[in-house]
C-alpha cells in the first residue's frame, strides 16, 4: 500500500499554495479519495470532517475550490452557507439527490450528483473554476 501525503488540515500560519482546494465531507472514504484525485491533478487538498473543522481549514485564506458535501450538518443550508463563509471562492456541491437543494444563484457554485466518476468531478471543477469571477 502507498501513502500519499496529500491530506491533511491546516496549522495556524501555513502557507497556502495557490492551487488550495478544500474539501468538507463527513464521509472519511470518500473525503481521502477526493483529496487523493485532487493531488494527483496537482490540487493541494485541505480536508474537513465537519463545520468547525471547516471554518478553520477556511480561515485567513481564500481557496481556489470548496468541494462540500450537502450532507453534512452545518448551520445553514449549504448553498447559504458557502456564500457566507466561501463567498470568493468556487464551490462543488456534492449532493445525493440533485432535487435536494435550490437552484444555486452564483455562477461558480455547481451541484455534483453522488455517485461520480473522475472526469465528472473534473468536469465539474472545471466548471466552477471557469464561471469564477476574478478573485483579488
Given at each position: 500500500m502507498i501513502a500519499l501525503d496529500v491530506a491533511?488540515?491546516?496549522s495556524c500560519g501555513e502557507p497556502r499554495m495557490a492551487d488550495d482546494v478544500v474539501i468538507v465531507c463527513a464521509d472519511e472514504p470518500l473525503r481521502d479519495v477526493l483529496a487523493i484525485a485532487l493531488g494527483i491533478e496537482h490540487y493541494r487538498a485541505w480536508t474537513a470532517a465537519d463545520e468547525?473543522?471547516?471554518l478553520d481549514a477556511l480561515a485567513g485564506s481564500i481557496p481556489v475550490l470548496l468541494l462540500l458535501d450537502a450532507g453534512i450538518e452545518l448551520s445553514s443550508d449549504p448553498i447559504s452557507w458557502a456564500d457566507r463563509y466561501a463567498p470568493q471562492t468556487s464551490t462543488v456541491l456534492l449532493v445525493e439527490r440533485l432535487s435536494y437543494l435550490p437552484e444555486p444563484h452564483r455562477s461558480d457554485v455547481i451541484v455534483l450528483e453522488l455517485p461520480f466518476g473522475h472526469k465528472s468531478l473534473l468536469?465539474?471543477?472545471?466548471?466552477?473554476?471557469?464561471?469564477s469571477p476574478e478573485r483579488p
Open positions: 491533511h488540515r491546516p468547525y473543522s471547516a468536469a465539474a471543477i472545471a466548471e466552477a473554476r471557469a464561471a
